[in-house]
């Protein structure tokens, strides 16, 4: 049967994603979902689709939550392309701007996607190793042949650290192609390169509205880039890539900017006692401007805890980057689910049960 399928495809792993317990007393802290329930203000916003029907076709551009996105971050509409949440955002980008046999360059350890997207277009993906401080070294800003496309997740999964956006500009401006710059968590963070996109055609931030927005299971997500680039996005995207649904109830929740002040808060509270929590109980976790935190012990193995923490009713997600090394990523979740977590770790690395 194979032989029929291109072998870009053959080669491909296919993405893992984090496991979905069914029994709901697991606290799962493993794919850095928000433990909040989204803005009420989606009620409203489904009942009104609800009403007019779902006969007709959405709107192909969703104009609705580009106007209002656009109020709120200061961009006219034709600056933004919304998607089927922000990996269809990244496909999207991919296929505009990356043919066979070109490249994209992207950080390790990062987000597993970026390598899957370049394969499937028979691209290379040429990876540049974080310092061990997170830091990228200058060759991530080099130019080289047939590079197309330069990913950066800003926060970066797992570690949650950021690139400064000077930074980030100094890249663009040395780099022969667009950076894209996934701030899939920039919500949670003190920066994010959003203004780098008004100066130069060779920024692009992509957000979400799954983390920060509690909204994962919506698919939404969208691009902000100057108006000549999204113009040519807007032809390679599907027709109708986002639903009548989805697009209402992004519209509502991005319109809730106190819902968003009010949670964020929560969080990088939280996101404190974990980090504080962790490192009392001799983790190296590096600070976060994320959702979750990366924590490496020198003692524990990383895998036995995490199978140790699932044994005690506490889902996290453990990491192994070859040639970089393995941690636990844990989400921020509850304050009371922080605290079981950091309980059952501590049976574990004080009460020598693993
Ligand atoms: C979660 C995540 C995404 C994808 O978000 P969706 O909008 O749910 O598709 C993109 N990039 C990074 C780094 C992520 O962690």
Not at 160 to 168: L, Q, R
Not at 256 to 285: P, Y
Not at 325 to 334: F, N
Request: proline fraction near 6%; glycine fraction near 8%.
């Amino acid at each position: 049967m194979s032989q029929y399928v291109r072998p870009e495809i053959l080669a491909l792993q296919g993405y893992v994603p984090g496991e979905q317990p069914k029994d709901p007393r697991i606290i799962k802290l493993n794919t850095n979902e928000n433990p909040y329930p989204p803005t009420e203000a989606i009620q409203g916003a489904i009942e009104e689709v609800l009403r007019r029907g779902l006969q007709r076709y959405p709107d192909p551009m969703a104009e609705a939550f580009r106007h209002r996105a656009g109020e709120l971050l200061g961009f006219e509409p034709s600056w933004i392309l919304c998607g089927n949440g922000s990996d269809d955002i990244l496909t999207i980008a991919t296929r505009t701007f990356v043919g066979s046999g070109q490249g994209v360059r992207l950080p390790y350890p990062s987000y597993i996607l970026y390598n899957t997207l370049a394969a499937i277009q028979g691209a290379y993906a040429e990876e540049v190793f974080f310092e061990k401080d997170w830091s990228l070294p200058e060759q991530f800003a080099a130019a080289r042949e047939g590079l197309r496309l330069v990913f950066l997740a800003n926060p970066n999964s797992p570690s949650g650290t950021v690139v400064p956006p000077k930074v980030v500009a100094q890249w663009a401006e040395r780099l022969p192609c667009p950076i894209l710059v996934d701030e899939a968590y920039a919500d949670f963070a003190d920066e994010n390169c959003l203004e780098l996109v008004r100066h130069s055609e060779k920024v692009m931030v992509s957000r979400s509205l799954s983390k920060s927005y509690a909204l994962a299971g919506l698919r939404f997500g969208f691009i902000v880039a100057q108006p000549h680039l999204i113009e040519q996005m807007a032809k390679v995207k599907d027709s109708y890539n986002c639903d009548a649904l989805s697009i209402a109830v992004a519209t509502a929740a991005i319109g809730d900017q106190n819902w968003l002040a009010r949670t964020r808060a929560k969080i990088v509270a939280t996101r404190r006692r974990l980090t504080e929590g962790m490192r009392s109980l001799g983790f190296d976790v590096v600070d976060s401007q994320a959702n979750f935190t990366w924590n490496v012990h020198s003692h524990f193995s990383a895998k036995a805890l995490y199978q140790g923490l699932k044994e005690r009713g506490v889902l996290v997600r453990y990491m192994d980057y070859p040639g970089w090394g393995d941690g636990l990523r844990i989400t921020v979740g509850t304050d009371d689910q922080i605290e079981l977590c950091l309980a059952a770790m501590k049976e574990m690395v004080q009460g020598g049960v693993i």
